[in-house]
């Protein structure tokens, strides 16, 4: 990516502390998910789900939007700069495509489907247990949105131009 395509109001590099916080913050919601609905079809849909959420979060994400990305090779919010050069040559993620893939995870597995789970469980097994993980899933995804949106997007050296930032600006 150009210099002129940088914000330059962004962080040039985060802390330990607040890659650390964000992943923290980003793997709580499927924790919470797996937990409250281990009772759906004896722990295989919880499992499922965790393993794919760590699984996208570690390998597939850095492919599909962390090799073009500013802070390839770099020290980005979520700590997925490092993880794509470990893993990746920069760029061949697909640039629109692998954004666009990237923003129906996040909404449809990541949310979607323990939402789904835990309106099972609330309909047809209701329980108190199911319901304060429902409330706590629910209070931790919007925790993660906002922490990735208040934290991680406006800080970013190319939040302007990266196309999972609720600031980019359209052309």
Known sequence: MTDE?????????????????????TALPPVIGFWGTFDIAHGVFAS?????CFFWYIVVQ????????????????????????????????????GAKIAAFFWRYWYAGVP??????????????PTVIFAAFFVAA????????RNYCCVNCLVRNTCLRSPFRERT
């Open 5 to 25: 395509n940088r914000y330059i109001f962004g962080r040039e590099r985060y802390s330990a502390k607040a890659v650390c916080f964000v992943t923290a913050v």
């Open 48 to 52: 499922a789900y965790l393993a794919v």
């Open 62 to 97: 850095p492919k599909l939007v962390c090799a073009n990305c500013a802070y390839y090779d770099g020290v980005c919010a979520r700590g997925l700069g490092k993880v794509a050069a470990l893993l990746y040559r920069p760029g061949g993620g697909y640039e629109g495509w």
């Open 115 to 128: 939402t789904c789970g835990f309106l099972y469980l609330l309909i047809f097994r209701l329980s108190w």
């Open 141 to 148: 995804a919007l925790t993660a949105y906002l922490v990735s």
